[in-house]
């Protein structure tokens, strides 16, 4: 990895839980399972860190590219949303997943959770729907939002559609697709100004499929 400048997600793991090692730190190298933004769940390796009195998880891989913090020091509960380890003894939470539960919800990063923002009612994934998809999402600190449908791989063609946000302590959204099908809708941080037409930071996806 030090001579190529590449590596995989063991790779970053363990050097990490070295680095840890030579740094006097409990960084402990872990595998599982791991969701991605497109519902897909496959092999990957982390790290759980030992801080004080408390355990703390760490995706160096998922920061990596590009580079962020994003799952640096994640609560348990809230890395439990997207990572399944091996051994139970890794969770260092009592949320209940596993293989099948790991996927029944949307997808929301730790800056969902950050931001104080949570859906209204039950969400479940995928959302089966008729025409638009709505959702309403509890918004106390009134960030302005943004969101798009984008066509999985599972829908022909690779369509998406800019969703209508209504914004408030209740943000709400509907996304209308061009075509029916599989969608993600991305939920995101509205562009700062001087950047139109770019996404801030990921917050939530939620699989929807228009019948």
């Known amino acids: ?38 519902d897909d ?18 995706d160096a891989t998922w920061d990596s590219r590009p580079y962020s913090t994003e799952y640096l020091f994640v609560p348990p509960a809230i890395f439990a949303q997207s990572h399944l380890p091996d051994r139970e003894e890794d969770l260092h939470t009592n949320t209940e997943i596993n293989r099948v539960t790991i996927g029944a919800h949307p997808l929301m990063t730790p800056s969902f959770y950050a931001a104080h923002l949570s859906f209204i009612g039950e969400v479940g ?49 509907s996304c209308l697709p061009p075509n029916p099908g599989d969608y993600q809708i991305l939920v995101a941080s509205a562009p700062m100004k001087n950047e139109p037409g770019s996404v801030g930071v990921p917050w939530a996806f939620v699989h929807t499929i228009e019948e």
């Open 41 to 58: 769940v496959g092999y990957h390796a982390w790290n759980v860190a030992h801080v004080g009195d408390q355990y703390l998880m760490i």
């Open 125 to 173: 994934n995928p959302m089966f729907t008729k025409g638009p998809a709505r959702l309403a999402i509890d918004n106390p600190e009134q960030h302005a939002l943004v969101a798009f449908a984008f066509a999985t791989r599972r829908t022909v063609g690779g369509a998406y559609s800019t969703c209508t946000v209504t914004p408030g302590n209740k943000t709400t959204i």
């Open 1 to 38: 990895m030090f001579r190529s400048r590449v590596g995989v997600c063991g790779d970053y793991a363990s050097l990490l839980s070295e680095l840890g090692k030579y740094a006097g730190l409990d960084v402990k190298y872990v595998t599982g399972y791991a969701r991605t933004w497109d």
